[in-house]
């Protein structure tokens, strides 16, 4: 109960600031955005092939979006040494883990809502019913990246070239996730059904339980050295 | 609480940033940590914190290794959200120490500081002097059993100081244990009842204060400006 209590209090106090700098939602919104219409313009597929490179492109955006919001993720705790103040009180480090985790969710879902349906409007997507089953498996895909994106996150924190090497060792360690989450989007979308989905939605959900779950007992380690 | 620190050593690569020290503090005591730039003056106050880990030696409070409840950090305009308001700041922080204060404790802490008027604003919005102000606010509030400062005087002006001195003298009345890095040597050694000497590292010198004090003006004279007292 305190490591959810401290999570809500640290949550707390990310919304806060966020709603008045609104500088990670405000990046991530538009640079998802920017790179569906560069997207839009540089493929033309034919309307059969369409569902086949959607979960691709799309996860595409997302990666490249959710990046810059991690980068952000421990802006607030860099200025005024703030990590330290943390660091000094008796906070459970799997709370921060969380909190980030959590945090760095909500941004990514707010983007996603947007981005989702714009997508399916340019590429002129008619599959607007499946979209509730997409978004479910959007969101455990989301999951998976915020949770290791927040560990790669807070190895990365005092790097010199953090903005560089953030990608570097994300990007290699996302693999496993993004490629359940585009082949279950991709059965989805081509049979209209989870059926042939489920083996890798499982996988997906194996995903997150472990990330997060070690990202919970591992925090301490990572965020401390 | 006691603190018992044993040949702590702290290395940054080649470098020996504290070498062999040894020493240790009792319930009640003001050490007046001092010495030249480079000394290894932060580096001490940040292991002592547990914000550091020492390459070699250890530090333990009361036998035990530390104990984060019982450590305050006192660094001038640092370890504050500039984007929450002074309430939020205090809110956050008592909050995150078990403490969860009421509006009147918090308003009452920020009196003693005069930020009371201040109290909705933004901590971006503050001078250094305001934030160290709040700083001291916030350790009030949270009542640690060591406190720990960084050269706490150089933003302060003539009030803030006393508003800090009222407050360590409080701590130390209360049985707490202050310790203060300081360039201000006439200003800390005013409440400290125990110097520390630190030089590349090693702890050159340690004895309770004392009037006169012929063995601390010899020891500390070769970091003063040529013809300089380090009474004036």
Redesign the interface.
């Known amino acids: 109960m305190?490591l959810l209590r401290?999570a809500y209090?640290l949550l707390w106090?990310d919304s806060?600031?966020e709603l008045?700098?609104r500088d990670s939602l405000l990046t991530m919104f538009f640079f998802g955005t920017l790179l569906l219409f560069v997207f839009h313009f540089s493929f033309d597929p034919a309307p059969d092939k369409v569902a086949e490179i959607a979960p691709a492109l799309l996860w595409l955006a997302f990666l490249f979006t959710g990046t810059l919001g991690l980068a952000q993720l421990f802006q607030?705790e860099r200025?005024?040494?703030?990590l330290?103040?943390?660091?000094?009180?008796?906070?459970d480090r799997g709370a921060l883990f969380l909190a980030k985790s959590c945090f760095n969710l909500v941004l990514m879902i707010v983007v996603e809502i947007v981005v989702i349906p714009l997508f399916w409007i340019l590429f002129n997507l008619r599959s607007w019913n499946l979209l509730p089953q997409l978004f479910l498996v959007t969101l455990l895909g989301t999951i998976g990246f915020c949770v290791l994106g927040t560990i790669t996150s807070a190895i990365t924190l005092r790097a010199r070239a953090r903005e560089l090497l953030l990608p570097l060792v994300l990007f290699p360690l996302m693999i496993p996730v993004i490629l359940a989450t585009i082949r279950c989007m991709e059965n989805v979308l081509r049979t209209g059904e989870f059926g042939d989905a489920i083996p890798w939605l499982r996988l997906l959900l194996s995903f997150d339980v472990i990330f997060l779950t070690v990202g919970i007992l591992i925090f301490d380690r990572v965020i401390e050295n | 609480m006691h603190i018992i620190v044993e040949n702590l050593a702290k290395a940054y690569r080649l470098l020996w940033a504290l070498k062999d020290l040894n020493f240790a503090l009792k319930p009640g005591e003001f050490v007046a940590i001092l010495g030249p730039n480079g000394a290894g003056k932060t580096t001490l106050l940040r292991i002592l914190a547990g914000l550091v880990s020492p390459t070699a030696g250890s530090v333990k409070l009361d036998g035990a290794t530390a104990q984060r409840t019982k450590i305050g950090f006192l660094t001038p305009a640092d370890h504050l959200y500039d984007n929450l308001t002074v309430r939020e700041n205090l809110y956050f922080f008592t909050s995150l120490y078990h403490q969860q204060k009421n509006s009147h404790a918090i308003d009452q802490a920020l009196q003693q500081v005069s930020l009371a008027d201040r109290a909705d604003e933004y901590a971006a919005n503050l001078s250094s002097g305001m934030k160290c102000r709040l700083s001291i606010a916030k350790w009030q509030l949270l009542e640690p059993e060591l406190l720990l400062l960084d050269e706490p005087y150089g933003v302060l002006d003539g009030s803030g100081v006393d508003v800090l001195e009222k407050f360590l003298q409080g701590q130390c009345a209360t049985g707490r244990i202050v310790v203060v890095a300081s360039h201000h040597v006439s200003r800390v050694l005013k409440l400290s009842s125990r110097a520390l000497i630190l030089n590349r590292g090693r702890l050159t010198f340690d004895e309770i204060k004392q009037q006169p004090w012929p063995s601390f003006d010899k020891a500390y004279g070769e970091f003063l400006p040529h013809g300089d007292s380090w009474r004036s």
């Open positions: 305190a401290q209090l106090k806060l600031l008045r700098r607030p200025e005024n040494h703030c330290d103040a943390l660091l000094l009180s008796p906070l």
